[in-house]
Nanobody, 132 residues
Framework: QVQLVESGGGLVQAGASLRLSCAAS????????MGWFRQAPGKEREFVGA????????NYADSVKGRFTISRDNAKNMVYLQMNSLKPEDTAVYYC?????????????????????????WGQGTQVTVSS
């Protein structure tokens, strides 16, 4: 089992930066790919980005590419989402998620991480609000 807790959300102005953190419990965290998703009011949850278990491969949604950066620290059981140049359309609840299948890699697998059904564990979410 893996438990995930997000933090770092808040209210910021357009152009500002935020760093979201996802703290994971469980000894096998370092074996799992991690993803970030977001859900805006009235919209479906959407993919933001994902990182493989070893951090070797990272994938981003086109809407955040060049502005957001995912990283992980397996020694600390942490995953991060650095968000720069925030826009009002980035307003959403942000979720981190873990794929419970260990040590997967490869470009095909990385692409598959865009699908939320790939993930076995989810955090409760943290609200990010960007004002114009």
């Amino acid at each position: 089992q893996v438990q995930l807790v997000e933090s770092g959300g808040g209210l910021v102005q357009a152009g500002a930066s935020l760093r979201l953190s996802c703290a994971a419990s469980g000894r096998t965290f370092s074996n799992y790919a991690m993803g970030w998703f977001r859900q805006a009011p009235g919209k479906e949850r959407e993919f933001v980005g994902a990182i493989t278990w070893d951090g070797a491969k990272i994938n981003y949604a086109d809407s955040v590419k060049g502005r957001f950066t995912i990283s992980r620290d397996n020694a600390k059981n942490m995953v991060y989402l650095q968000m720069n140049s925030l826009k009002p359309e980035d307003t959403a609840v942000y979720y981190c998620a873990a794929d419970g299948k260990a040590n997967r890699s490869g470009n095909y697998y990385l692409t598959s991480l865009q699908n939320e059904r790939k993930y076995d564990y989810w955090g409760q979410g943290t609200q990010v609000t960007v004002s114009s």
